[in-house]
């Protein structure tokens, strides 16, 4: 069974930075795009950013891009997102998700890690 596991997640004062890993058990990240997506409570679930493993290609959403970056490490066969510059409205379970390159669904996710900004 794939498990997506998402860990670091936090506290932190605006202007400061988090990491979160995103790590994959059952299979390999191979021939996968991996993306992170963040929800609020009573909102949409907002895509942030998404790697795809094979090519190293990123692509961002406009609110987090010059901030956040997504990296992937193929030995521990997990992505991060660093995330710097950190604003209250960044606040939100942040999760990552996976999808075979050739479809469009992402049809694996994590569990969520909450990440909380405050003023």
């Known amino acids: 069974q794939v498990q997506l596991v998402e860990s670091g997640g936090g506290l932190v004062q605006a202007g400061g930075s988090l990491r979160l890993s995103c790590a994959a058990s059952?299979?390999?990240?191979?021939?996968?795009?991996v993306a992170w997506f963040r929800q609020v409570p009573g909102k949409e679930r907002e895509f942030i950013a998404r790697?795809?493993?094979?090519?190293?290609?990123?692509y961002y959403a406009d609110s987090v891009k010059g901030r956040f970056a997504i990296s992937r490490d193929n030995a521990k066969n997990t992505v991060y997102l660093e995330m710097n510059s950190l604003k209250p409205e960044d606040t939100a379970v942040y999760y990552c998700?996976?999808?075979?390159?050739?479809?469009?669904?992402?049809?694996?996710w994590g569990q969520g890690t909450q990440v909380t900004v405050s003023a």
């Open positions: 059952g299979r390999t990240f191979s021939t996968d795009v």
């Open positions: 998700a996976a999808r075979n390159e050739v479809v469009v669904r992402y049809d694996r």
């Open positions: 790697i795809n493993w094979s090519a190293g290609s990123t």
